[in-house]
């Protein structure tokens, strides 16, 4: 083995103690200050309230946790911030968290996996060193408007990618506000009107994931005629 090799092995095997070391940390605070296990938005809220001041900084914390392990679900995460915190500032609060664990992810890929993919598939046009950047930022922001796609799948495999991590931030920033604006607006109204926070949460995940389709189709017929 090489020094670049035994560096490069080095450096791997840090980021994989790192990565667990930071998972670890977050989920030994939140178990040790009382979070429910339950990822109800009520349940939720209430405890994130009764921390006071540091409510918003374990909120990012759940978050990150959320995006980074990726089976943990985010909308409970982003209802709750609504409910605890307001509408405006729940958004920002659960936008800062779901971006910070979005680079985790974005960061682990990349030193862990993006060197063999770029030498096994350095003909793919997504994992070429010279990708088109506009594409790959377009791309990015597209599967974050819809919420088809896993949020953590995403941030893992843009990693692998060759697009800058800023215009990975961006594309996931901008791609991810509209719809945690609306959960934690959904939070933020569902203790006052429970059944109809519920229809309107499916109303809009259903409209948020046709609304591309229809602009394909839109597209394809305004360029035939």
């Known amino acids: 083995m090489s020094p670049l090799q035994r560096q490069t092995l080095l450096i791997r095997l840090l980021a994989v103690f790192g990565l667990m070391l ?11 200050l009382g979070a429910p296990t339950s990822l109800s938005p009520s349940g939720l809220s209430v405890w994130l309230q009764g921390e006071g001041a540091w409510g918003p900084v374990l909120l990012i914390l759940l978050m990150v946790l959320a995006v980074v392990v990726g089976p943990i679900p ?17 958004t920002l609060i659960a936008v800062t968290g779901a971006a910070l664990g979005a680079m985790v992810a974005f960061w682990t890929s990349r030193v862990l996996a993006r060197e ?12 070429a060193a010279d990708a088109p950047q506009a594409s790959l930022f377009w791309g990015i922001l597209f599967t974050r408007l819809v919420p088809l796609f896993s949020f953590a799948l995403i941030s893992y495999a843009a990693g692998l990618t060759s697009v800058t991590a800023l215009r990975f931030l961006l594309a996931s920033v ?5 719809m945690t604006f609306v959960f934690a607006g959904l939070g ?3 203790d006052i009107h429970p059944v109809w926070t519920v229809a309107a949460g499916g109303l809009v995940l259903l409209v948020m994931t046709l609304m591309p389709w229809w602009w394909h189709r839109r597209g394809r017929s305004g360029r035939s005629g």
């Open 116 to 127: 063999y993919f770029h030498r096994k598939l350095s003909g793919h046009p997504l994992f």
């Open 188 to 190: 933020h109204t569902l």
């Open 22 to 32: 930071l998972l670890g940390a977050i989920w030994g605070v939140l178990q040790a």
């Open 74 to 90: 985010t909308l409970p995460v982003s209802a709750a911030s609504g409910l605890a915190f307001g509408m405006l500032p729940g």
């Open 174 to 178: 901008i791609g991810m506000v509209p």
